[in-house]
């Protein structure tokens, strides 16, 4: 499985980050990093404006959803096949916001592994492709080595995933007056994507270089950015959509 995913992701996404080092003036590792996370991102947002559409279609419809949870709450049965029936009627695919997040997981965590586990400033000249040349790359940026540890960029890395979890995730269910596990626990996962997950980026993007931190933030803003653009996008279609 592993040497599968090696072969479709790993291989490739290396290649490409070292041809893009070697075509850039002065082999800039750093400016290579920027560039090649957002170009995969930027090939991946077909599959984040699918993912932004279905968060717009539950938000607008979340009171008739609501209603429904309420008005079945004694019957979990019915409760799910009347959430089912109107998500037929309005022709909303309940797997829509969840494939395209599965389809990018081994995508961006051999991008990660890519950054991590490259071996740069060397490189394995094994895995190239006959058309990549090997180049010298320049591991500085902006006065940081890249290869070394920052604590500057890894608080910039946890500051970046703060503000995407702020300007791309949903916002979190509201408190109800009748105990729920279920809601109980999607508040809890809420809190901990926006406020555990930023200070977990912070000591992973420390741990490791300056050229994963740097992935981290490029990768939260570029996210941001992308979420801007597709609500303003989505929103001229849907006048009354709410803002969060």
């Given at each position: 499985m592993f040497a599968l995913l090696k072969a479709i992701f790993y291989i490739p996404l290396y290649n490409g980050l070292i041809f893009l080092i070697d075509v850039l003036p002065g082999?800039?590792?750093?400016?290579?990093?920027?560039?090649?996370?957002?170009?995969?991102?930027?090939?991946?947002?077909?599959?984040?404006?699918?993912?932004?559409?279905?968060?717009?279609?539950?938000?607008?419809h979340e009171p008739e959803?609501?209603?429904?949870?309420?008005?079945?709450?004694?019957?979990?049965?019915a409760q799910g096949k009347a959430i089912l029936d109107?998500?037929?009627?309005?022709?909303?695919?309940?797997?829509?916001?969840?494939?395209?997040?599965?389809?990018?997981?081994?995508?961006f965590i051999s991008l990660y592994y890519v950054f991590y586990a490259g071996g740069l400033p060397s490189i394995d000249s094994s895995l190239l492709y006959s058309f990549v040349a090997v180049p010298v790359p320049d591991m500085h940026l902006f006065g940081f080595n890249i290869?070394?540890?920052?604590?500057?960029?890894?608080?910039?890395?946890?500051?970046?995933?703060?503000?995407?979890?702020?300007?791309?995730?949903?916002?979190?269910?509201?408190?109800?007056?009748?105990?729920?596990?279920?809601?109980?626990?999607?508040?809890?996962?809420?809190?901990?994507?926006?406020?555990?997950?930023?200070?977990?980026?912070?000591?992973?993007?420390y741990a490791i270089n300056g050229a994963v931190a740097l992935y981290f933030i490029t990768s939260s803003l570029f996210t941001i950015a992308q979420e801007l653009v597709v609500r303003r996008s989505l929103k001229k279609g849907h006048p009354t959509h709410p803002d969060k």
């Open positions: 082999h800039s590792v750093g400016i290579a990093v920027i560039l090649f996370t957002c170009l995969v991102k930027l090939v991946l947002s077909p599959l984040s404006h699918k993912a932004a559409k279905f968060q717009l279609e539950m938000k607008l959803i609501n209603r429904l949870k309420e008005q079945f709450k004694a019957d979990k049965q109107f998500y037929r009627e309005k022709k909303i695919n309940p797997f829509a916001g969840i494939l395209p997040l599965f389809i990018q997981i081994p995508i290869l070394e540890k920052s604590m500057l960029l890894a608080v910039l890395a946890g500051v970046a995933q703060f503000l995407q979890a702020h300007y791309a995730m949903p916002p979190a269910p509201p408190k109800t007056d009748t105990p729920s596990l279920g809601n109980d626990l999607a508040r809890g996962m809420h809190m901990q994507m926006k406020y555990v997950l930023p200070v977990f980026m912070v000591f992973i993007a």
